[in-house]
């Protein structure tokens, strides 16, 4: 009989609580503790997760004897102190939220950790484990004959109301290219199996957040942009943002194009905003549509409904939970997503930051 795996949880927000939805979804997991230091978050995260203790400090937590991992999900700009405080005083194995940091300046420090954290780190990049978008990624180099072009786009709704309102300031976030889109670049390096060499981005705030105000200050994320992306093997990749754009029928739709075929994965937003008026929510798909002989193959990706229902990124964090439990429980030896991983999808959203507010491509080497 497999011992219950407990957890440590810091930071329970919107995603936090996500995590704790699918935590309890597997088989022999309890979430033992849980540092939140908002008191409505704290509030809702113990509904979710009724038998968990209610720390008041990350110092606090690590002192529970019986915990077995750590998931930080906590507000962008906190998760390099954090991770330091974790490794200095007890390190787990650990789930940690993207991005992985906003700040240029901690690079050196989290290459430091790299090397010297006792424990696998797992960086949480859900899109990876939607549906559709794994089913393309397994197909994508052989199907396609080796993708060329690769191509993301998001259409989608704006930034949600966070704790402190955190999230409306690209000092907390390292700005939209980096806390929405590093998902979009970790997707890029793992379809191209390649690292990049230059970033062009353009971008801008034309509609979101214009008229809101904290503390005197109005919000500087951006709402919009493109971004091309050039590999060290030859393929390039480009991102299309639109936060502004919720109306839209499917919120993803990346397609990867190589000498054979076009594959094409289309994902639907979160299932609570669609509105109620109108027939189902669409059915995610796989498309490929090969150029010899011509003819597209469209097949639908279905989701269980429980998945779906336990958060709003159609059932991904459920697949990563599960992959990350196995590491924790030695059943696999490393993490799918690496610190590594983690690093270079922030550095191509730092660059795409860099060039779309100097007007110029930005060379990963500088």
């Not at 599960?322 to 799918?336: A, D, I, M, Q, W």
Request: charged share 25%; glycine share 8%; aromatic share 6%.
């Amino acid at each position: 009989m497999t011992r219950t795996t407990n957890y440590g949880l810091i930071g329970c927000g919107m995603m936090g609580q996500e995590h704790l939805h699918n935590i309890a979804l597997l088989k022999g997991t309890r979430v033992a503790a849980i540092f939140e230091p908002d008191p409505a978050m704290a509030q809702k995260a113990q509904a979710i997760a009724p038998e968990a203790q209610m720390v008041s400090s990350i110092q606090d937590l690590l002192t529970i004897s019986d915990l077995d991992c750590l998931v930080i999900a906590s507000p962008n700009h906190l998760h390099v102190e954090q991770l330091a405080e974790i490794a200095q005083t007890r390190p787990l194995p650990l789930l940690i939220e993207k991005p992985l940091f906003t700040d240029p300046a901690d690079l050196d420090r989290l290459e430091d950790l790299e090397r010297s954290y006792p424990h696998p780190i797992w960086v949480a990049m859900e899109y990876r484990y939607m549906p559709p978008i794994a089913a393309l990624i397994d197909k994508a180099e052989t199907t396609s004959g080796g993708v060329k072009m690769l191509s993301i786009r998001e259409h989608r709704f704006p930034f949600l109301e966070k704790v402190g309102d955190w999230n409306r300031f690209s000092r907390n976030t390292g700005g939209t290219f980096v806390e929405k889109c590093c998902h979009f670049f970790d997707l890029m390096r793992l379809i191209l199996q390649s690292d990049p060499v230059r970033v062009s981005a353009s971008g801008g705030q034309a509609v979101n957040h214009l008229d809101e105000e904290y503390d005197g200050e109005t919000p500087d994320i951006l709402d919009h942009g493109y971004v091309i992306v050039d590999f060290a093997s030859g393929a390039r990749a480009m991102l299309e943002l639109c936060m502004f754009a919720e109306g839209a029928r499917y919120q993803e739709e990346i397609s990867a194009i190589g000498s054979k075929a076009k594959i094409e994965a289309l994902v639907p937003g979160p299932g609570r905003f669609w509105p109620e008026h109108l027939s189902d929510a669409p059915m995610p798909q796989l498309i490929i549509s090969p150029r010899a002989p011509k003819g597209p193959i469209q097949r639908n990706i279905p989701v269980d409904p429980e998945l779906l229902a336990a958060g709003d990124h159609n059932g991904s964090t459920y697949y990563q939970h599960k992959g990350f439990l196995e590491l924790v429980r030695g059943e696999r030896t490393t993490p799918e997503v690496t610190l590594r991983d983690g690093i270079w999808a922030v550095r191509i959203g730092l660059a795409a930051q860099q060039a779309s507010e100097q007007g110029r491509t930005i060379r990963l080497t500088e």
